[in-house]
């Protein structure tokens, strides 16, 4: 069975400084891939998916992540936060075949002015 | 855009009452799904659906139930509410069975049990 860490657990950085958030996933068979955003008393918002082809995946609000299969990671990236990017932040896993998602612990993102 | 709504926000509920929690989607998603979610625990998958009157467990699905009577509506029940079922509840819908499709997510209901 598949499963997913998310290393960090809190991540605090400037305004207009870079980010990584760190995903990485165990499975045994092929995986599609997820990050979702988590904004204060919301529910989850997908912010972008890797289901094949290229790994360098784009998503919205200027967010991108690389699939790395050797490393088994899908670490999440933005070049330069907003302070409206203070968020929790999910990477989900389901497997080819399988039935559904594995959700990490949540990595939360604080963007300081 | 999807819309998955659930029904209440915030919910105060006395411990031994059953509680209802309701979910409704507008996109003909087939499959539909409950989470609660802890700090420090992610999101725990309780119950989900393929089909109308079709449920499956999840990891957690002691001392909850389920209901799905028709397609875009798809009901949490708490049977005899106790206080470690204060949580954040939040409901899924997804377009099919292929797990390819990404989920979409409602607003989620904070429950308290008192």
């Known amino acids: 069975a598949q499963s997913v860490t998310q290393l960090d657990s809190q991540v605090p950085v400037f305004e207009e400084a870079p980010v990584e958030l760190r995903c990485n996933y165990s499975s045994s068979v092929s995986v599609y891939l997820f990050w979702y955003v988590q904004y204060p008393n919301q529910g989850l918002q997908l912010l972008l998916k890797?289901?094949?082809?290229?790994?360098l995946v784009k998503g919205i609000n200027g967010f991108e992540a690389e699939f790395n299969k050797s490393q088994t990671s899908f670490h999440l990236r933005k070049p330069s936060v907003h302070i409206s990017d203070t968020a929790e932040y999910f990477c989900?896993?389901?497997?080819?075949?399988?039935?559904?998602?594995?959700f990490g612990p949540g990595t939360r993102l604080s963007v300081l002015p | 855009d999807v819309k998955v709504t659930q029904s209440s926000r915030y919910l105060v509920k006395r411990t031994g009452e059953k509680v209802f929690l309701e979910c409704v989607q507008d996109?003909?998603?087939?499959?539909m799904f409950w989470y609660r979610q802890d700090p420090g625990l992610g999101l725990r998958l309780i119950y989900f659906s393929y089909d109308v009157k079709m449920k499956e467990k999840g990891d957690i699905p002691e001392g909850y139930s389920v209901s799905r009577e028709k397609k875009e509506r798809f009901s949490l029940i708490l049977e005899s509410a106790s206080t470690n079922q204060t949580s954040m509840y939040l409901c899924?819908?997804?377009?099919?069975?292929?797990?390819?499709?990404?989920?979409?997510f409602g607003d989620g209901t904070r429950l308290s049990i008192l």
């Open positions: 890797y289901l094949s082809g290229s790994t």
């Open positions: 899924a819908s997804s377009l099919s069975s292929f797990t390819n499709q990404p989920q979409h």
């Open positions: 996109m003909d998603h087939e499959n």
């Open positions: 989900a896993v389901s497997e080819d075949y399988g039935q559904n998602f594995v």
